[in-house]
C-alpha cells in the first residue's frame, strides 16, 4: 500500500471515530481486518512513482476530511452527556444499535454517504440523549393527560390564569433549567473543542468593562488585598458581609477590573403575604379577595416569590438620582460613563444602558464586560439552593429590580448568540422564562424557538408543544413555537407528524401563514384571498417578528419545499371551504387587563422593542409610544391598575430623591449658566482682538 493509500485509510478512520464513536469504530475495524489481507512492511513505504497530481489530489482529501471531522464535532454540542446518557440508558443503547446496524456498507470512496445517513440519524439520537435526561419531561403521560385537559382559553379574559393550576407547572419543570454549569459559555466551549486549555477559556473574558489604566488596575489590585474572600482560584467567590462568610456565584466570575466591595449592592428577599395579596389585587383587579387569598395560601406551599431590593438604600437613591440624570433629564453619555467607572460602578440599569450605548457606536470590545458585571450584582444576591426550574424563584415583574434583571438576562442571551455560543443562549431563555412562566414578561415564547432549533433540541419543542405550557391559552400557541414543531418533526424525518402539526398551526395562524408564504416563499397571491392582516394587529407584529429569523431556521431546501407544498394546499383547501379557521382574538384593548396594551400582549410588545428590528417596531402602533413610557432601561414598566397598587407598582421615581434631584438639577443649570458666560466673554475677546471680522 502506498503512502498516499495509508494517509487515505488513516484519515477516512478518523472520520469514522467522529461519526460512530469508538465502539462501532472496532466493530468495523475487526471486520476489516478479516477481508484485508496481510501486507508486507516494505509496501507501506513511498514507491517514489506517484506524481505531483495525486499528492494535490490527496493535501484536498486531507483538507476535506479534516473539515467534516471540524464539522460533526462542532455540531454535536453534547458530546460528552451524549455519551453518558447512553451507558446510564438501556433504551438508548438500543435505540443506537439499532441505528448502526443499518449502516450501508462503503469502501474507503464512499465516506460522503456514510456522513450524510448519519446526518440524517442524528437528529434523532441526539434528541432522545438530550430530552432524555430530563426525568420531569420523561414521563409523557402525565403531560399527555394534562394536555387533554388544557383548551385554547383567552387571556384577554383570563389574567388570573385560573385555567393553570399548580399541578401544571409542577410537571412543567423539566421544560427550565435547573443546572447552572449550563449557563456557562465555557461548559459549551470545552464541548465543541475538547482540546482547548483553560487559559484560552479565560482568554476570552479577559476584556475589561471600561477603559481602565495600568495605574488603576494596580489600585485594584491593592485593593483585592484589603479584602478577604474575593475572587478565589476559581474567581467564584466573593464576601457575604461582616464574619468572614463567602459566597459562591453561580453563573458569573469575578473578573480583573472589578472594583472589590465587601458587601453587595442588592439582597434578594421573599415576598411577604401581603405583598403577594396586593400584587395579584393588581393582576386581578376584579377578582374577590376572599379567591385571591385562597390561591395565594396554596402557591405558597409549592412556589418560591422573590424580589431584587437595595441593601443601602441612601447610596442607592444617589446613585439612581443621578442616573436618572444623566439619561432622561439631560442626556449625557460622558457622564454615564464616569458614574459607573468611578462613582458607582455596580449601578445596574447604567451598566446595562452604556452596554446599549456601546453596541451602537460599533464598540463591543467592552459590552460584555459590561453586561456580566451587571448579571453579577444579581448573581451575588442570589440565595443558596436557587434554582431557575419555574416553582424555585419567581420573580413578580411589578418590582424595579427585578425588571432590571429580566432586562440583563436578555441583553446577554443576544450577546451569546452573537459569539456563536447557541446552546448557552438557549439554556438562558429557559432560565428567562421559568422567572414567571405564566405571564413571560419579556415574549420568551416568541424567541425561544430560534435558539433551540440552532441547537437541535427537536425533542424539547414536540414535547414542548404538547405541554399546557403551549395548550392552555391561545396567545399561548405562538406562531414561532408551531412552525418550529413543524421544522422539528421534518428534522426527524416524520413528515406526517409534521403535516398534521402545520395544519393545526394554519388553523389558528393562517393570515400570518398566508404572508409568510407570499413573502418569503413567492407563492400565489391569488390563494391569499380573504387572510389579509390588519395593519398595527397583534398577528401581523407577531408574523413580522418570525419572518426576520425565518431563513436561520428554513435553510434546508428539502424543508421549504414541503413548506410550500403543504401551505399551497391548504390554502386551496380553505378557498374551497374544505375546512374552517379558529375564530380570530379581538384586537381591542382589554382595559383593565395589565397583560395587554391597545389590544397586544404587552410581552410581544417588549420583545419587539428589545430586538430593534426597523422591520417589526415599524408595525408598533403609534398609540404605544405616545401614550406609554418607553425607556430603553425600562420597557412598557407596569401601570398600577388599582388605588392600592399604586405605592407598590416600582418604577424608577420609586428610587429617587425628589429633593437632591431638584438640587442636582440647580447645580447643572448653574453650570449650563457659567458655561454660557464664558462663551459669550470668549466670543466679545476675539471680536476686539480682529475687529475686522464682524459676526455674521
Request: glycine share 4%; with cysteine; aromatic share 10%.
Amino acid at each position: 500500500m502506498s503512502s498516499r493509500a495509508l494517509r487515505k485509510r488513516q484519515n477516512d478512520e478518523q472520520l469514522l471515530d467522529a461519526l460512530l464513536g469508538s465502539s462501532n469504530l472496532k466493530n468495523l475495524k475487526s471486520k476489516e481486518q478479516k477481508a484485508t489481507p496481510k501486507e508486507n512492511i516494505f509496501a507501506l513505504m513511498d514507491n517514489g512513482e506517484e506524481d505531483q497530481e495525486e499528492e494535490d489530489e490527496q493535501s484536498e482529501k486531507d483538507e476535506y476530511v479534516k473539515h467534516e471531522i471540524e464539522r460533526e464535532e462542532k455540531t454535536h454540542v453534547l458530546t460528552k452527556s451524549q455519551r453518558k446518557s447512553k451507558k446510564k440508558s438501556k433504551k438508548g443503547k438500543k435505540k443506537l444499535k439499532k441505528n448502526t446496524d443499518d449502516l450501508p456498507k462503503s469502501d474507503d470512496d464512499d465516506l460522503e454517504n456514510i456522513i450524510q445517513y448519519f446526518k440524517k440519524n442524528d437528529a434523532l439520537n441526539y434528541g432522545i440523549q438530550n430530552f432524555a435526561n430530563n426525568s420531569d419531561i420523561k414521563s409523557d403521560t402525565k403531560l399527555d393527560s394534562l394536555s387533554c385537559i388544557c383548551k385554547f382559553y383567552d387571556l384577554k379574559i383570563d389574567n388570573g390564569f385560573t385555567h393553570f393550576p399548580i399541578p401544571h407547572l409542577e410537571h412543567c419543570t423539566g421544560f427550565f433549567n435547573d443546572d447552572f454549569k449550563k449557563l456557562d459559555p465555557h461548559f459549551e466551549f470545552k464541548l465543541l473543542f475538547d482540546d482547548i486549555s483553560q487559559e484560552s477559556l479565560e482568554d476570552i473574558d479577559s476584556m475589561t468593562s471600561t477603559h481602565i489604566s495600568p495605574q488603576q488596575l494596580k489600585q485594584i489590585q491593592r485593593l483585592k488585598r484589603l479584602v478577604r474572600n474575593w475572587g478565589g482560584k476559581d474567581r467564584r467567590n466573593v464576601p457575604a458581609g461582616a464574619g468572614g462568610a463567602i459566597h459562591r456565584l453561580q453563573f458569573t466570575k469575578v473578573q480583573e477590573d472589578w472594583l472589590p466591595t465587601l458587601r453587595g449592592e442588592l439582597s434578594m428577599q421573599s415576598l411577604k403575604t401581603e405583598e403577594l395579596r396586593t400584587w395579584q389585587l393588581w393582576q386581578r383587579p376584579t377578582d374577590w379577595k376572599d379567591v385571591i387569598e385562597e390561591d395565594i395560601s396554596l402557591w405558597k406551599k409549592k412556589i418560591s416569590f422573590y424580589k431584587f431590593e437595595p441593601l443601602n438604600p441612601d447610596l442607592n437613591r444617589k446613585a439612581m438620582t443621578e442616573f436618572y440624570l444623566s439619561v432622561i433629564l439631560h442626556p449625557d453619555h460622558e457622564s454615564l460613563v464616569h458614574l459607573i467607572s468611578s462613582k458607582f460602578p455596580y449601578c445596574v440599569p447604567a451598566l446595562l444602558q452604556v452596554a446599549l450605548i456601546t453596541t451602537r457606536q460599533g464598540d463591543r470590545s467592552n459590552t460584555n464586560g459590561l453586561i456580566q458585571r451587571a448579571l453579577f450584582v444579581f448573581d451575588r444576591a442570589l440565595r443558596t439552593g436557587t434554582k431557575f426550574d419555574g416553582v424555585s424563584c419567581q420573580l413578580p415583574y411589578t418590582f424595579f429590580f427585578n425588571r432590571q434583571f429580566y432586562l440583563a438576562v436578555f441583553r446577554y442571551i443576544l450577546l451569546l448568540a452573537q459569539r456563536g455560543a447557541v446552546a448557552t443562549a438557549g439554556e438562558w431563555c429557559k432560565a428567562l422564562w421559568s422567572l414567571n412562566p405564566l405571564e413571560d414578561p419579556l415574549g420568551c415564547r416568541y424567541f425561544i424557538d430560534h435558539y433551540l432549533l440552532l441547537n437541535k433540541e427537536y425533542h424539547y419543542l414536540i414535547e414542548l408543544s404538547k405541554s399546557p405550557l403551549m395548550t392552555c391559552y391561545r396567545q399561548w400557541f405562538t406562531l414561532g413555537l408551531t412552525l418550529g414543531t413543524v421544522l422539528s418533526y421534518l428534522r426527524l424525518g416524520q413528515q406526517e407528524f409534521a403535516r398534521e402539526e402545520l395544519h393545526k398551526a394554519f388553523k389558528y395562524h393562517a393570515p400570518s401563514l398566508a404572508l409568510l408564504f407570499v413573502d418569503k416563499l413567492r407563492g400565489d397571491i391569488t390563494l391569499t384571498k380573504g387572510l389579509e392582516l390588519d395593519n398595527k394587529s397583534a398577528e401581523l407584529l407577531e408574523a413580522k417578528a418570525y419572518m426576520t429569523r425565518f431563513a436561520l431556521a428554513w435553510q434546508n431546501p428539502a424543508d421549504l419545499n414541503f413548506l410550500n407544498i403543504e401551505l399551497s394546499k391548504l390554502l386551496r383547501d380553505f378557498q374551497l371551504k374544505k375546512f374552517e379557521l379558529a375564530p380570530n382574538i379581538s384586537n381591542e384593548d382589554s382595559g383593565i387587563n395589565p397583560f395587554f396594551v391597545e389590544g397586544i400582549p404587552v410581552n410581544l410588545l417588549r420583545f419587539s422593542i428589545l430586538s430593534e428590528e426597523s422591520t417589526v417596531m415599524a408595525n408598533i402602533p403609534d398609540a404605544v409610544w405616545s401614550n406609554h413610557e418607553v425607556y430603553e432601561f425600562d420597557i412598557l414598566p407596569p401601570n398600577p391598575t388599582t388605588k392600592e397598587s399604586t405605592d407598590f407598582v416600582e418604577d424608577i421615581k420609586s428610587y429617587i430623591d425628589d429633593r437632591e434631584l431638584a438640587t442636582s438639577q440647580f447645580d447643572m443649570d448653574q453650570d449650563e449658566v457659567l458655561m454660557n458666560q464664558i462663551r459669550q466673554l470668549s466670543l466679545e475677546q476675539f471680536l476686539e482682538e480682529n475687529p475686522n471680522v464682524a459676526p455674521e
